[in-house]
């Protein structure tokens, strides 16, 4: 990473969590039009889901198995476990975004006191704190990328990778019980 991104993480994490959040954002509110993008077949858009959902339950994992070798001291582990976590998320993104501008939401099918006291709050929380981790993200992963290992322990990388793991790990979770409720229990 160049000496400017260095000096200024900060910054550099608010440009790339905006267009982050902007991509997300005029996905969801239909701003980017399908017609940008190559549809890929019925099957392909019917299997994003359930191939996320796997997705998912793997970035659990890696985000485990990296706070985990972080704390047993192993650095590169934990380098490579968040660097698969975020690859994960990436993965993940892109497919649910392809699919929500080609064939928009998917209709919670369950009863209406489900919907209106359990899948709606859960859908706001496990979406806030989607939202809410990506700059933790980007400014851990930034500290990261443009800094040996040892200054590390000289910055907030640790502080925000602790706030970044915690959200992504429940936005993670919920995100399966999102899945679950729509194309499993209901």
Not at 4 to 27: D, H, K, Q
């Amino acid at each position: 990473m160049s000496e400017w991104a260095r000096e200024n993480v900060p910054i550099v994490t608010a440009l790339l969590s905006t267009v982050a959040l902007a991509l997300v954002f005029g996905a969801v509110g239909g701003v980017i039009p399908s017609s940008l993008l190559p549809r890929a077949s019925d099957a392909v858009l019917a299997a994003i889901p359930h191939v996320n959902a796997a997705i998912s339950v793997t970035a659990i994992g890696t985000i485990v198995l990296g706070w985990r070798a972080i704390g047993r001291g192993d650095v590169a582990r934990h380098r490579a476990f968040m660097l698969a976590s975020f690859a994960l998320f990436a993965t993940f993104l892109t497919a649910y975004l392809y699919r929500l501008i080609h064939v928009g939401t998917t209709a919670f099918s369950g009863p209406e006191l489900v919907y209106s006291y359990v899948y709606l709050p859960f859908l706001a929380i496990h979406i806030l704190l989607a939202i809410v981790c990506v700059p933790f993200v980007f400014y851990a992963l930034l500290l990261a990328a443009t800094r040996p290992h040892e200054e590390l322990y000289h910055t907030r990388h640790a502080q925000a990778g602790f706030v970044a793991a915690v959200l992504w790990l429940i936005s993670f979770v919920m995100g399966v019980g999102v899945y679950l409720m729509l194309y499993h229990l209901y």
